[in-house]
């Protein structure tokens, strides 16, 4: 079953002396359950992208559905935001409230939910997060990494078919930035929860089940992680990367190394590279 | 030193005035400013001070701290008391040189002024000292809620409330580094003259509010994301009860103008 289809969608900014096309005829289906992350340059659309899933933006041409409410339907607006919750880069821009625990309940109090309700998926969704012990801080007092857990709270709370993270680990220092990975990963593969991520750091996107690469509003490449970082070059052009041990891996077999399979995370390329010295890695 | 300002500031202690309603606190301070500006007569000013000086010992909040925050409005009670002081019109003519003339009467109205400003201050830091912004800003939210009927926009207004709350600790902290990048750059804040001075501060406040635009934009975004509306009915996590305490803070009120009307009618 699909969560989020994109279907001929276009989205451009008018002015009155030129068009600027930001998506370009994206076609693109995902999957329930699954855990798509979406790579592009600057300007590549990818953000905006992100937010035709929440019906921030509407589409200029085409349609977007979400758990099939399509997003030009304003009768069915919240039912469509409670469906997908969305995470943003900035965590201090997104934390309403002056108390851990009534931020995560904002969203549910804008739902209207019963108080007794409220309390329990609350306390539900900051022990997922990892952040129970938090509940009464204040949020100016927590790092980056906590910050965006809890924001990732808030929107669980209301419990959400899909997250739509919208490069939630770039303003994170490298502790913060695993914090949340690990956070999102267990999310999609303990709560089955739909997850795309948006993000520029390709050791991210290689952990994803599928990664879509965006350039200029067109989508370029549609694969597995494996199959998309095969194609260095290609990324290379469009002024992306790889995985550093995907590089690693690439470099070695060039100066004829034998390493055949796709290398995407650090302990695989250590693995090859025992193999080859005729150790095996414990 | 951005840091050591603190608005609304709240002084944690467990006190039963703490773990009160905060409806009750709200209501309570009315009351006590009602009667500070109603009541006369000496013995009433010291039941008064009687009925503080028990409040503050039951809040468990240091004298010395309630002090401190006198000492913005020092200026203030002074002025206030020398004006009438001076000003009064009166028959006992204690001193008299020039324009200057002190009555009786006026010594009498300075130091029943400068009591009064003191006692208003005292009383209304209890509730902020006693209370966090939120719990207060949620009582009022409950205690203004028939204003809803005839239109008044509470909930948005205390919202608006909570949200410049939870931002003065990050725009401070954006102040701090504003400052100390245009230091860096050679601004320069410790100028003697006022008018340089004063200049200096636009490199500050432009920085600072093109950020507060680009946060207020990001977090209405958000906000939209998590379905607020603010036309629409919301529910609440927290909920306030009315507890022992908040009945004993009642009886206490009922007790205290009785008092004071036992002062008045007997002296």
Known sequence: MNIIEAKNLIFSYKSNTHEKVVLDNLNINIEKGS???????????????????????????????????????????????KSAGMVFQNPDNQIVATIVEEDVAFGLENLCIEHEEMHKRVEEALKAVNMYKYRKRAPHLLSGGQKQRVAIAGVLAMQPECIILDEPTAMLDPKGRREVMDTILSLNKEKNITIVMITHYMDEAAKADRVIVLDKGKVILDDTPQNVFEKEEELLSLGLSVPHSTELAHRLRKSGIKIDRAILTPEDCAKEILKHKGNSYD | MIRDITIGQYYDAPSPIHKMDPRTKILWTLFYMITLFVVEGFWSYVVIVASTALIIALSKIPVKFMLRGLKPIILLVVITAALNLFMTQGENVIFSKGIFTITLEGVYMAAKMAVRIILLIIGTSILTLTTTPTVLTGGLEILLSP???????????????????????????????????????????????????????????IPLFVSAFRRADDLAVAMECRCYNADADRSSYRRFAFGKRDFYALMYAVIFVIILVVIKVVL
């Open chain 1, 35 to 81: 855990f798509t992350a979406i790579i592009g340059h600057n300007g590549s659309g990818k953000s905006t992208f992100a937010k035709h899933m929440n019906a921030i933006l509407l589409p200029s041409g085409g349609s977007i559905c979400v758990c099939k409410i399509d997003s030009k339907d304003e009768e069915r607006l919240y039912e469509l935001r």
């Open chain 2, 147 to 205: 204003l809803k009927k005839i239109g008044v926009p509470i909930s948005v207004f205390v919202m608006m409330v909570g949200i410049a709350l939870r931002f003065i600790p990050t725009l401070l902290d954006e102040t701090d580094k504003i400052i100390k990048a245009q230091t860096s750059r050679g601004a320069d804040f410790e100028n003697k003259n006022p008018v340089k001075r004063i200049k200096a501060m636009i490199p500050i406040l």
